[in-house]
């Protein structure tokens, strides 16, 4: 085939005098470390639903050994599940305008003729397919489900928890084979492989380093219009375009955000008037029924607990006051030490109206089930009658609207 | 005489044993992301691969190649910074932007979806004052210097 400039295949048809080894080795270096992150806060995420603790936990039943590194998540300390999954969130948006630029700058490398020069250059070049495929459709499963647009195809948990493995899978073989040429590129400001960079370069309208500034200011623009949904306070007023920034949703006590209202649930008032509402306790004991009143009449305690979400944002401690329960374990049964519990909501559909959590999180004193939030009587939105607070939890394992707790071993 | 024997490059053996071992946690996480419903799952995947490749990146190159023909190259990144920070906002949050799940957020959050275009616009319009702004005072100060004796 002759080198028609006018064709992409040809290095002659890309002008942009910005590419080059060190241009894309910075950004390369950028991802390889911002990547690991997502990667490993990920991971971490998905061992805090406690996945293998019960079925009704677990979005990905045939995990197999991708499941290899699970452990007992722990109730502690109570910012934990805040900090990782508002590290997850808020790095992966900031990482955006970096991996367009690492595409951008090795966009040529797509065109490059013959397909492949051996058998290792042409599994090389699918595994960048799954590379390049991979990234993206985490990115955008990523941030499509932060914003509630739900038109992926399949459930999200799956979704990003395979597409994950089979991303990082691509990702680890790509920095392995890249990340020495990468390093010598930015330490030595070296251009030993001037395969990036354009035969008959354009005129340059800025600089390397200021694409680099270009870069680096869209992702401080969109972590100071991004971090305040993970810092809540009055920083929440900063972030300015994530979906939990700006205004809470309403003023006092329980004007604090919300994952999902009582209306999109499905939760009626008549669901839970008093007169109606009685919560159901399973165990060794057999099954007591409790109403409101009745609850208020058990031994309150309180604790401060942040709510935070597996989209990213969360918010500052809010004050719960409750039962604890384990008082509720021990009227179930167990006086000694208590087991786990499965956890129904009035919900009667939504992916979360059961929960199962561990004997650790159960026994921990802190864990409540909350009938009360910074003074006053739960609002219909967070979870009236009656709903379950525990530390380091994701939201939606505290869950609202309880109505039935069945202790045992799951 | 010998036959020519036809041999195939086979390229560096520690790449292959590297890109095989890939492939096969590749295919094992492949067969269960792509248990439901795996024509969709192929189409965004490979999909999203192709739209960005051959749809976003040629349609930004070409608006920055129309931005350079259209300007003198002194005041090309006065429009291309704002334009670029403010086409990446909308890049990442365009489904709150333009309200695509507007109905959905609104009963699920109690949160009012309509402020988000609104602020969008106001950071457009902020990052594009700015720049303009910047641009002014370059010129004036250009003029100044060029011509001190004027005042």
């Not at chain 1, 330490?187 to 680096?216: F, H, I, K």
């Not at chain 2, 086409?87 to 609104?106: E, F, H, K, N, Q």
Request: charged share 15%; aromatic share 10%.
């Amino acid at each position: 085939m002759r080198d028609d400039p006018r064709l992409p295949t040809s290095s002659h048809f890309w002008r942009s005098p910005l590419r080059g080894t060190w241009f894309t080795a910075v950004l390369g270096l950028v991802l390889l470390g911002g990547i690991s992150v997502l990667f490993v806060t990920g991971l971490v995420s998905y061992a805090a639903y406690n996945p293998d603790l019960s079925p009704v936990n677990d979005t990905t039943p045939d995990k197999g050994v991708l499941g290899f590194y699970l452990f007992d998540w722990p109730a502690g300390p109570s910012w934990l599940y805040r900090l990782s999954q508002g590290v997850h969130v808020t790095l992966g948006v900031v990482l955006v305008p970096v991996l367009l630029a690492k595409l951008w700058s090795v966009v040529p490398k797509l065109f490059t003729l013959p397909p492949a020069r051996s058998v290792a250059h042409a599994l090389e070049r699918v595994s960048l397919l799954l590379l390049v495929g991979g990234a993206l459709f985490q990115f955008v499963t990523g941030l499509l489900n932060i914003q509630l647009e739900y038109v992926f195809p399949g459930s999200f948990y799956p979704l990003h928890f395979y597409g994950a493995w089979v991303f990082i899978a691509a990702f680890v073989v790509h920095a392995a084979l890249r990340a020495p040429t990468a390093v010598r590129a930015v330490r030595a400001r070296r251009r030993d492989e001037a395969e990036l960079e354009a035969p008959r370069p354009a005129p340059p309208t800025v600089s390397r380093r200021g694409a680099l500034w270009l870069v680096g200011g869209g992702s401080l623009l969109l972590f100071v219009t991004t971090v305040g949904q993970s810092l809540g306070g009055p920083l929440r007023r900063t972030a300015l375009l994530a979906p939990h920034g700006g205004a809470d949703p309403g003023g006092g006590p329980n004007g604090f955000q919300i994952n999902k209202t009582a209306r999109y649930a499905g939760i009626t008032a008549a669901d839970t008037h008093p007169d109606a509402w009685r919560l159901v306790l399973t165990g060794p004991a057999g099954t007591v029924r409790l109403s409101r009143a009745e609850l208020l009449r058990m031994p309150q305690h309180s604790s401060s607990l942040p709510i935070a979400c597996v989209e990213g944002w969360s918010t500052a401690d809010q004050w719960w006051r409750g039962v604890r329960l384990r008082d509720l374990a021990a009227l179930a049964g167990y006086e000694g030490g208590p087991p786990d519990v499965l956890v129904e909501s009035l919900q009667r559909h939504g992916a979360f109206r059961r929960a199962a959590l561990r004997a650790n999180q159960v026994s921990d004193p802190r864990s409540l089930l909350a009938l009360y939030v910074n003074g006053e009587e739960l609002s219909p939105d967070h979870g009236y009658p009656a709903r379950i607070i525990v530390p380091a939890a994701p939201g939606v394992h505290n869950t609202k609207w309880v109505g039935r707790l069945t202790f045992g071993d799951l | 005489m010998r036959l020519p024997t036809f041999r195939v490059p086979l390229g560096s053996p520690l790449q292959l044993l590297l890109l095989v071992c890939s492939f096969a946690l590749v295919a094992y996480a492949g067969v269960r992301l792509l248990s439901g419903d795996w024509l969709g799952v192929v189409l965004w995947f490979v999909g999203a691969a192709l739209l960005h490749d051959l749809v976003l990146l040629p349609l930004y190159s070409a608006l920055d190649r129309a931005l350079r023909a259209g300007t003198a190259a002194r005041w090309t990144l006065y429009v291309r910074v704002p334009a670029v920070l403010s086409g990446l906002t909308l890049l990442v949050w365009c489904p709150l932007i333009l309200g695509l799940s507007a109905d959905r957020y609104r009963s699920a959050t109690g949160l009012d979806p309509d402020v988000f275009l609104l602020r969008w616009l106001l950071i457009t319009a902020v990052l594009f004052g700015g720049s303009a702004l910047l641009l002014v005072l370059r010129l004036r100060r250009a003029t100044k210097h060029r011509s001190p004796s004027v005042h």
